[in-house]
């Protein structure tokens, strides 16, 4: 089992930055990949980004350049910058987890960027 806690949303102003945590515990040793997707109300689930155990990333186009995935083994916790944050950006994001056998959710931090 792996348990997934994530921290750090909050309320910001357009243009501003946050960090999201997601800290890991349980069989850490099996998780491949860790990403961030987040839910808008009243629209799917969407990816962010995602981050390989060798530090491959990946990310939707509209987050290039704007967000930044980054992991820390040693701490077994996955990170999300977030910079020049737009109100369209209002979500809940949520940490992801997979294994070769399971996918394992967080519970969602929410994120509200005002204009």
């Known amino acids: 089992q792996v348990q997934l806690v994530e921290s750090g949303g909050g309320l910001v102003q357009a243009g501003g930055s946050l960090r999201l945590s997601c800290a890991a515990s349980?069989?850490?040793?099996?998780?491949?990949?860790m990403g961030w997707y987040r839910q808008a109300p009243g629209k799917q689930r969407e990816l962010v980004a995602t981050?390989?155990?060798?530090?491959?990333?990946n990310y939707k186009d509209s987050m290039k350049g704007r967000f930044t995935i980054s992991r820390d083994n040693a701490k077994n916790t996955v990170y999300l910058q977030m910079n020049s944050l737009k109100p369209e950006d209002t979500a809940v994001y949520y940490c992801?987890?997979?294994?070769?056998?399971?996918?394992?959710w967080g519970q969602g931090t929410q994120v509200t960027v005002s204009s």
């Open positions: 981050i390989t155990s060798g530090g491959n990333t």
């Open positions: 992801n987890g997979a294994t070769p056998n399971n996918i394992y």
């Open positions: 349980g069989i850490t040793f099996s998780i491949n990949v």
